[in-house]
């Protein structure tokens, strides 16, 4: 494992420095969030959840905006004042004390946060070469899930100690990993600024077929919420499988992407390879959702096994997809528009992540078999979609970026 964190001296190595540190105090952040808004400041679940909306609605608005200001100013000095920003904005969370103010604050946050996306993006495309982009993504996610395990294990003390004295350590925590990860970033490449030309500047928004194969991602996408939303639910309420399982599930999942993302990015380089290995993803993400579906009204021993044996299916799935999504984006972007275009990338993910817990859920909870055979065939047929999806992108012409 700790061979798989320390990738070749170089960008990449930093970017994994930068990845690991953040991710450890996003880790903090995401675990104990819910509990210290809604029992320190007072909020309730709904007002959380809506500044959650909120905040997502601001990054997917922003993210391309905020990635065609990477390009156009240099990733790494945007990179950069992003993380110093979000130290004084994650600290200033200490001062919310009402829900207009937490959603203002989130709001902020978002549009923030949409710029250090954006930069990272055309940062790893910058600093890396061509062929090894897909690959340096790949370790760059499998260290996101050591830094958010290290975060939440940490995050538990805090928990466990319940007072708001804690909560509050957890977050000026956060904000010092961001005032850490910005002097790391230091010593990224300072990339140059791409300068501007005639023309539209948005182009990614204009780019038809490569908007195509973000909605069919960002649908595809949906099937990241299954384990951390829909199985909780699923198995206390329609399973006999032990409580505990749900941990057992997460654990198997985290483990898996540490140990296996990099391997199973072998392939997708090329986007014509990275578009089969997506159609295959979608396969073994609806065989997941059919193990899924059969845990119900069995012995709580097989329904146990069933659940493990779909956890593992779908991470094979959740692999190639994240893999192959890499590879189709950092392939059909156009020469000094990465930033905006792996901004545009990400907005897929990001509506579908906003769509799956109300839709997900629905299908799950209130369809039973039926909800979770629709889920298989919708998951099989868009990505079966996307290989013809990125021939149409392949024979169309990218547009240039003003």
């Known amino acids: 494992m700790l061979r798989r964190l320390l990738p070749e001296p170089g960008p990449l190595r930093v970017l994994t420095a930068v990845t ?4 450890v105090g996003k880790g903090l952040w995401v675990t104990a969030s819910a509990l210290y808004l809604t029992q320190v400041v007072g909020l309730s679940a709904g007002e959380f959840g809506l500044g959650l909306t909120a905040a997502s609605l601001v990054c997917l608005v922003a993210s391309t905006p905020m990635g065609y200001l990477a390009d156009r100013r ?4 945007v990179q950069i004042v992003s993380y110093a920003l979000m130290a004084l904005l994650t600290a200033a969370m200490l001062l919310v004390d009402s829900f207009a103010a937490f959603v203002a604050l989130s709001a902020v946050t978002a549009l923030v946060d949409a710029a250090q996306r954006g930069a990272r993006g055309a940062l790893i495309a910058g600093a890396l070469p061509a062929e090894r982009r897909v690959h340096g993504r790949a370790y760059l996610r499998a260290t996101t899930n050591v830094g958010i395990s290290i975060g939440a294990a940490l995050a538990g003390l805090a928990i466990a100690a319940d007072s708001p004295t804690a909560y509050r350590l957890m977050i000026v925590g956060n904000a010092v990993s961001y005032l850490a990860v910005a002097l790391i970033a230091v010593r990224l490449p300072a990339l140059p600024p791409v300068p501007a030309t005639a023309g539209p500047r948005l182009v990614a928004l204009r780019d038809r077929p490569y908007l195509a194969f973000v909605a069919l991602d960002g649908l595809l996408s949906m099937h990241f919420d299954l384990l951390t939303v829909v199985l909780p639910l699923w198995i206390v309420a329609r399973t006999d499988a032990p409580h505990w399982l749900i941990a057992v599930l997460l ?14 990015a072998r392939g997708t380089e ?28 069995v012995p709580g021993w097989a329904a146990a096994v069933l659940l ?23 392939g059909l972007a156009p020469d000094g528009a990465q930033g905006q275009y792996q901004a545009a990338y990400s907005m897929g993910a990001q509506l579908g992540r906003m769509l799956a817990p109300a839709v997900l859920v629905w299908l799950a909870l209130e369809h039973g078999l039926v909800g979770w055979l629709t889920m298989a065939v919708v998951f099989t047929a868009v990505a079966a979609a996307l290989p013809a999806t990125v021939s149409w992108a392949r024979r169309t012409a990218r547009p240039l970026p003003a």
């Not at 654990?251 to 199973?264: D, G």
């Not at 044996?309 to 094979?316: D, E, I, T």
Request: charged content about 10%; proline content about 1%; some cysteine.
């Open 74 to 77: 240099g990733p790494r000095g």
């Open 20 to 23: 690991l540190v953040n991710t």
């Open 308 to 330: 493990i044996l779909g956890a593992l299916v779908h991470v094979v799935g959740e692999l190639r997809q994240s893999a192959a999504g890499w590879g189709i984006s950092f």
């Open 270 to 297: 090329q986007v014509e390879g990275a578009a089969r290995v997506a159609r295959s993803a979608g396969l073994f993400v609806a065989a997941a959702c059919l193990l899924f579906a059969a845990s119900a009204g």
């Open 251 to 264: 654990l198997i999942n985290t483990t898996m992407v540490v140990l296996l993302q990099v391997r199973a």
